[in-house]
């Protein structure tokens, strides 16, 4: 493995906002993180390099329950808020799991980042600014 979660912490302590997104991707890539798999629930995250081997973050802070209903409409507008840098990570967080959205995974080959929801469906795909 050729990155550690304290690194990829470092980076992620230098995110202030979504709006910071774009570069906290470039670090972490250029650590060796091919892809790697959010769950809003607790804030865990598993990082995967180009071979598969991962690490996880374990939990982050205290469980948010993730709604059983997908409001989709209503996530957009606050993902697009938080890109524009008005949410913190927390708060994008906690608008995630009203909204129904259980995660997200990051690809950073393809830059791209697909939420899903509780039953693991694919609800929307972005492509990541660079």
Not at 6 to 13: D, L, N, Y
Not at 30 to 42: E, F
Not at 48 to 57: G, I, L, M, V, Y
Not at 71 to 96: S, V
Request: one cysteine or more; hydrophobic letters at 30%; aromatic letters at 10%.
């Amino acid at each position: 493995m050729k990155f550690t979660i304290e690194e990829i912490k470092a980076e992620h302590q230098k995110v202030k906002s979504g709006a910071d997104f774009p570069k906290y991707i470039q670090a972490i890539k250029d650590l060796g993180v091919s892809h790697y798999t959010a769950y809003v629930a607790d804030g865990n995250t598993e990082y995967f390099d180009s071979e598969n081997h991962s690490a996880d973050t374990g939990s982050k802070y205290e469980a948010l329950s993730v709604s059983e209903d997908l409001n989709l409409d209503n996530f957009k507008l606050r993902l697009k808020l938080h890109q524009q840098g008005g949410t913190d990570y927390m708060t994008f967080c906690k608008d995630c799991a009203e909204n129904g959205v259980e995660g997200w995974k990051m690809d950073l080959n393809e830059m791209t980042c697909t939420y899903f929801d509780l039953k693991g469906n694919h609800i929307l795909e972005e492509i990541v600014p660079s």
